[in-house]
């Protein structure tokens, strides 16, 4: 999905008649492609290629029911797709790497790959009819020390012998980025035209605005036919021109990105193909109510004719060791050691057949000959087995597991209002979290590569166009770029204890209840904002920073090595453009906003690690705030940044002080707005107990409660009760986290040699997530009375 609202030019050289005398009508419906019989096999074969960006199979932000538009949209988006008779389908922006297999699988198409692109965190993807995957052969797109170019690519055969290199590609947004889309289509063409095949296809969303049309269509020896202006005459050509109109079409919300551009396309290059239809898909709203659509893009539909081909071998590149994918057909191909996962999963697996709809249908069942099950390498993440299963035994037990972790799934997703939720929030959370998953599964570090042959104005021996502002781009493998950002990650942060991520529910819980606070008027102040985020367990924060374009070389990559080398939080960000100031915005996340030692911890590490901002004032956001789409400036006069610290008075960063309490330095040692962490020289030990389950109606967020160690309970004698201010028993504090907290308490216990000392925690309930949850921070600290009698004091934390 796009970011930007800069417009797009209209001033595209529109079709003329004549051009398209040979153009089947347009229509908003593609017809069914011709049928080629067994003894014409030497006639023209036409071939229906459908490409689209699917925006994730997210719901639309004015879909009547969110909740039911995320479960049925990959039904929606297939049924839409299928009506076409599509032999090739080429996705955009799918939420992950099988989704395409996946829901396309009992349709009878198979997934030739799919790749990551470059500048979103979804991937791309390419399917063919299982009888044009026989044979079928993935091209390696790998260009200028690039891992990988955003596009999949592939050969197959036609039915008379014509080779066809197709390519489903997912080009950089934002108008300035020309230049790399230039880049980047060049070197995905040479690639297809260096397979020496009768025909070349580029589709899919190029992202490109009216003034790029010429020189892409000289691109790498020219002669590159734009399907919508040689299929379509003057008439159809402006019914089907662009395929994003945010003026109709308000998947984002009917006051965002007010504009038109054709920026889904199709390229071909044969001497023996002929254009013969265009038309566009998904260009109509859901139920037919308005603004209401499966996808921020349209999609397109492409024929073509394809004379027969002169080749005397017809797949004479099918045997290219490395590039030979196995596709899994489960009728016809037999198994093979080191299939591709997502091949599997497709021939195999039927996950949103029936799960996706409103009713539960019985998987059709078949007489089929028993067969060897397919071996995968351990390393693609799937089971290994030489055990003899029947095609429809194990498709239906597969499909079986499958619907019911949807129907979970789907409970839960019904319970909860997405809708209040802003676009972007969720794959902004799903950068958050990557240092869960693999380096190499969200690493571009080709675009290092990239941005210095485009300072150096040519790639490949091209020409590089003039003009723009390359973002900026990260080569290390922990970096990659997503959404106007450059993200990296601490690898090692998963295994850290105060790991912790936001979850999409409780968001969406607290999008919902701000919404419903707003509709109040009643007066809104940071301390809701504060409460918000707490109640609904929503802690992730970040500390800005602002580095000139002129330092971004400089002072980035202390940043980066700081993230890897754990000594600041999970992940960073950074703008790949500069704002109007001329200065990159940095994100620095910390886990947990409540955690007011780990912020101090983070920015202290700021100046002493990193070397930076020692003598200025760092301010830290709560991402609450900013999944609120709040910002300076905005109606209720909040400051959206929740505390600050450091500056030339402060440079250590002795004291965190809060946007929304009171200083009360004067009156108390113990100021809540001025917070100061105890002296190393007074710690004995900090403790954080989380785990405490317990009923809303006995105890709620800001209570305070009591913690009692129970070496007498028969069930575990770690356990500690907690009871309320009048004494009720709240619940217990058991098992792991209670395996943490007596132990010490007893410990201390038998230092003062005091066995028949009461050792009382008290304190409040500070964080809660879905109503049943506790956190504490609990120490200790010896002290000694008048009577020279040694006490255990234990402070709790808030």
Request: charged share 25%; with cysteine.
């Amino acid at each position: 999905m796009k970011t930007d609202e800069d417009k797009c030019s209209n001033e595209e050289m529109m079709p003329t008649d004549s051009a398209a005398k040979n153009a089947s009508p347009a229509v908003k419906q593609t017809t069914a492609m011709m049928k080629v019989d067994d003894d014409e096999d030497n006639e023209p074969v036409s071939l229906t290629i459908v490409s689209w960006n699917i925006s994730s199979a997210e719901s639309s932000n004015v879909a009547p029911d969110p909740a039911l538009r995320t479960r049925e949209a990959p039904r929606l988006i297939r049924e839409e797709i299928l009506r076409s008779q599509p032999d090739v389908i080429a996705l955009q922006e799918t939420a992950y790497q099988s989704f395409g297999a996946e829901i396309f699988a009992s349709s009878g198409y198979v997934s030739i790959g799919s790749q990551t692109a470059l500048h979103t965190n979804e991937y791309v993807d390419l399917l063919v009819k299982r009888e044009l995957a026989n044979g079928a052969r993935r091209i390696s797109l790998q260009s200028f020390q690039m891992n990988e170019l955003p596009a999949v690519a592939g050969i197959i055969a036609l039915k008379n012998g014509t080779r066809i290199a197709i390519a489903s590609l997912h080009l950089p947004h934002t108008k300035e980025a020309a230049p790399f889309r230039e880049v980047l289509c060049g070197a995905i063409m040479e690639q297809l035209t260096s397979q020496n095949c009768d025909g070349i296809i580029l589709t899919g969303d190029f992202n490109m605005r009216g003034f790029e049309d010429k020189t892409t269509e000289k691109l790498c020896g020219g002669k590159w036919k734009d399907a919508w202006k040689e299929a379509t005459n003057t008439k159809t050509a402006k019914e089907t021109k662009f395929t994003w109109n945010s003026r109709v079409n308000m998947y984002h919300g009917p006051e965002n990105f007010q504009w038109t551009c054709r920026l889904d396309r199709c390229y071909v290059k044969s001497e023996k193909g002929t254009l013969k239809h265009f038309g566009l898909i998904g260009n109509q709203p859901v139920d037919g109510n308005g603004g209401d659509y499966l996808s921020d893009h349209y999609g397109i539909v492409v024929k073509c004719d394809f004379a027969s081909s002169d080749s005397t071998l017809v797949n004479d590149a099918v045997s290219s060791v490395g590039d030979t994918i196995s596709l899994f057909n489960t009728a016809t191909n037999p198994s093979k050691g080191g299939s591709n996962a997502a091949a599997l999963r497709a021939a195999r697996l039927q996950r949103f057949e029936n799960a996706a709809s409103s009713s539960t249908n019985k998987p059709t069942t078949r007489d089929t000959k028993q067969k060897e099950v397919i071996e995968i390498d351990l390393d693609g993440d799937c089971v290994t087995s030489n055990s003899l299963e029947s095609d429809r035994a194990l498709a239906e037990r597969l499909q079986r597991e499958e619907m019911s972790a949807h129907r979970t799934f789907a409970e839960n997703a019904s319970q909860v209002d997405y809708s209040s939720a802003r676009p972007g929030v969720f794959d902004t959370m799903r950068n958050k979290r990557a240092y869960l998953q693999d380096g190499n599964d969200q690493s571009h570090s080709g675009w290092g590569m990239l941005q210095q042959l485009v300072d150096q104005g040519s790639v490949s021996g091209q020409p590089f166009a003039q003009g723009g502002v390359p973002p900026f781009r990260d080569s290390h493998e922990q970096a990659w770029s997503s959404g106007g950002w450059v993200w990296v990650k601490n690898p090692q942060y998963a295994k850290d204890p105060k790991a912790r991520v936001d979850k999409e529910d409780n968001v969406a819980k607290m999008s919902s209840e701000w919404k419903r606070l707003v509709e109040s008027n009643v007066k809104i102040t940071h301390r809701h904002l504060i409460d918000l985020a707490t109640k609904h367990n929503v802690l992730d924060g970040k500390w800005l920073l602002y580095v000139k374009a002129e330092d971004i070389e400089k002072d980035w990559p202390k940043i980066r090595n700081a993230i890897i080398e754990g000594k600041l939080g999970s992940t960073a960000k950074i703008s790949d453009t500069p704002d109007e100031r001329g200065s990159h915005v940095v994100c620095i996340y910390c886990p947990n906003f409540l955690d007011k030692d780990d912020l101090l911890r983070v920015r202290r590490s700021i100046s002493n690690d990193v070397g930076m901002y020692k003598t200025s004032v760092l301010r830290f956001k709560l991402d609450a705030v900013t999944y609120l789409n709040l910002y300076a400036k905005n109606q209720w006069k909040l400051k959206t940044t929740s505390y600050e610290c450091g500056g030339k008075k402060d440079e250590e960063c002795s004291t965190l002080i809060s946007s929304w309490e009171k200083c009360t330095c004067a009156t108390s040692d113990q100021c809540k707005r001025c917070y100061k962490p105890k002296e190393d020289s007074d710690k004995k030990d900090v403790y954080s107990i989380i785990g405490l389950k317990y009923s809303e109606a006995i105890a709620t967020q800001g209570e305070n409660v009591t913690l009692l160690r129970e070496p007498e309970n028969k069930h575990d004698p770690n356990a500690v009760k907690v009871v309320n201010s009048s004494g009720q028993l709240i619940g217990h504090i058991a098992k792991d986290k209670a395996a943490i907290l007596s132990p010490k308490i007893k410990e201390m216990q038998e230092d003062l040699q005091s066995q028949n000392l009461k050792l009382v925690v008290e304190g409040t309930i500070i964080s809660v997530s879905d109503g049943y949850q506790q956190s504490v921070k609990v120490e200790f600290k010896e002290i000694s009375n008048e009577a020279n009698d040694t006490e255990v004091e234990v402070i709790v934390l808030e």
